[in-house]
C-alpha cells in the first residue's frame, strides 16, 4: 500500500486514510447488493412479494443515479474533509431506519436515501483520495474507491448473505452498520483536510462538468458497462446451460470473476496514472478477446473460467481510467463531474441488464452473452474516439494539476 504522497502528509496517515476511503467503500458496495441474497426474507418478514422486495435494488440504484448528483449540487461548497464524514456518518444513520423499519415503504425509503448517499460520498473520496495524492499518482487513488466496491462484491456481499440467512435479514445490516461505526472512527482520526479542488458553485460547475466531452465520456461509461451487465447479469444460467456446471462449482466461477474484478481495479488505477486513454481502448480490446473466448468456447469448463478471469480483470480495470478521463475533462468542474461516473456505470448495469433479458428470452443464455460482445466491440470504437478529446485550458483560480497529467497520459498513447 506504499506510495508516494504530497508534502505536508506522512506515508503512513495517507495509507491510513487510503484505507479507510476503500473500507467505506467496501460497505456501501456490500449494502448494495446484499438485498439480493436475503430477499425471500425480506419477502416474508414485511408481507411483499419476491418481486416487490427485488424493487429495493432498484431503489438503490436510483438514489446513485439520480439523488447521488442532487446531493453533491447541494453540498458543492462543503469542505471535502467534513461532507465525506458528513455522508459516511448519514450513511449509518439511513441503515439504522433500515433495521428498525416497520413497514416496507419506510424501508424502501431507506434504500433510496442511503443509495444517494452512497452516490454522494464515492464522488467526494475522488476527491479527498486524489487530494492526498501527488498528480500523476490520482489514478491509484480512485482505484482505492473503486477497489473497495470491487472486493465487496466478491466477499462481503456473500459475508452479508451468510449473516442474513443464519440470523435474519436485518442482521446483515446491523453487521453493515456496526463496521461503518468503525470505519467512521477512522476516517476522523485519519482523513486529512484537502482542498476542494472545483470552482465556484453548483452552477459555475456544472458547466463544466456537464460539456459535450464530459458527457462524451460518460456515454463511454453507461455504453461498455451496459455491455458487460447484459451478460454478466446471466452468468449463472450461461454457466448452467453451456458450460454444463451447477450447484457450488457456479459459485466457484463467480469467486474467480470477483476475485479477478478486485485485482483489475487496482492495475486499472496504477495503468489510469500511465495513459488513462490507452487503457481503456486496450482493456477493451482484451475484454472483447475474452468474451469472443467464451461465446464460443464456453463449453469448456477451462476456457470459460479463464474467460471469466480475463474478463473480471479488465472490465472493471478500465473503470478507474474513465473516473479519470471525467475528472480531468471536466477541469474547475471536477468536483460535481466526479459523482456522475458513478450514475452512468449505474444506469448502464441497468439497461445492460434488461437488454441482457430480453436476449435471454430469445435466445437463451448464449444470446445474453453474444449481447454483451456485440455492446463492447461497439464500445471499443466509442472509446477510441473519445480517446481524442483534451481537457481545457483551467483559469487560474482552479487546480490544474488532473488535467495536466492528462495531456501528458495522453500525449504518450
Not at 459516511?88 to 416496507?104: D, P, R, W
Not at 495503468?271 to 464460443?296: E, P
Not at 471536477?334 to 448495469?349: C, K, N, V, Y
Not at 434488461?354 to 472509446?383: P, Q
Amino acid at each position: 500500500m506504499s506510495t508516494e504522497v504530497r508534502p505536508g502528509l506522512s506515508r503512513s496517515r495517507t495509507n491510513l486514510a487510503l484505507t479507510a476511503l476503500f473500507l467505506a467503500a467496501f460497505i456501501m458496495g456490500s449494502a448494495e447488493l446484499i438485498v439480493v441474497g436475503i430477499l425471500n426474507l425480506i419477502a416474508d418478514d414485511m408481507g411483499v412479494s419476491i418481486s416487490a422486495a427485488g424493487s429495493l435494488v432498484t431503489a438503490y440504484a436510483l438514489g446513485i443515479s439520480i439523488g447521488g448528483p442532487v446531493l453533491t449540487a447541494v453540498t458543492i461548497k462543503f469542505a471535502r474533509k467534513q461532507l465525506l464524514q458528513l455522508s459516511l456518518a448519514a450513511y449509518i444513520l439511513g441503515n439504522v431506519i433500515a433495521v428498525v423499519a416497520t413497514s416496507f415503504g419506510l424501508l424502501l425509503f431507506a434504500r433510496v436515501l442511503t443509495g444517494s448517499l452512497h452516490g454522494l460520498f464515492i464522488g467526494v473520496a475522488f476527491a479527498v483520495g486524489a487530494g492526498m495524492m501527488p498528480p500523476d499518482k490520482m489514478g491509484r487513488a480512485i482505484s482505492f474507491v473503486f477497489g473497495g466496491v470491487a472486493v465487496s462484491t466478491a466477499l462481503g456481499v456473500p459475508l452479508g448473505t451468510l449473516i442474513g440467512q443464519s440470523w435474519g435479514w436485518k442482521a446483515s445490516f446491523i453487521a453493515i452498520i456496526i463496521t461503518g461505526v468503525l470505519t467512521l472512527v477512522l476516517a476522523f482520526a485519519v482523513i486529512p483536510t484537502v482542498p476542494n479542488s472545483g470552482v465556484g458553485g453548483f452552477g459555475a460547475q456544472a458547466k463544466h462538468a456537464l460539456a459535450p466531452k464530459v458527457l462524451a465520456l460518460l456515454g463511454l461509461g453507461f455504453l461498455i458497462m451496459g455491455g458487460q451487465f447484459s451478460g454478466l447479469t446471466y452468468l449463472q444460467p450461461f454457466l448452467a446451460e453451456v458450460t454444463g456446471i451447477s450447484g457450488g462449482t457456479i459459485s466457484i466461477f463467480l469467486l474467480v470473476y470477483g476475485i479477478a474484478n478486485a485485482v483489475g481495479t487496482f492495475l486499472g488505477g496504477a495503468a489510469a496514472d500511465k495513459n488513462a486513454s490507452g487503457t481503456i481502448i486496450v482493456g477493451g480490446l482484451v475484454l472483447v478477446a475474452a468474451l469472443l473466448a467464451l461465446y464460443f468456447g464456453g463449453s469448456n469448463p477451462i476456457v470459460a473460467a479463464i474467460a471469466m478471469g480475463v474478463w473480471g480483470i479488465v472490465g472493471f480495470g478500465i473503470v478507474p481510467s474513465i473516473q479519470y478521463r471525467v475528472v480531468a475533462l471536466a477541469g474547475p468542474g471536477r468536483d460535481f463531474a466526479a459523482t456522475l461516473p458513478a450514475s452512468a456505470i449505474t444506469a448502464g448495469i441497468a439497461a445492460g441488464a434488461l437488454i441482457g433479458g430480453g436476449a435471454v428470452a430469445a435466445s437463451g443464455a448464449k444470446g445474453a452473452v453474444l449481447t454483451s460482445l456485440v455492446i463492447c466491440a461497439v464500445g471499443v470504437v466509442a472509446a477510441w474516439a473519445t480517446s481524442f478529446l483534451k481537457p481545457s485550458p483551467e483559469p487560474e483560480t482552479g487546480s490544474p494539476e488532473p488535467a495536466v497529467v492528462e495531456e501528458t497520459a495522453s500525449s504518450t498513447g
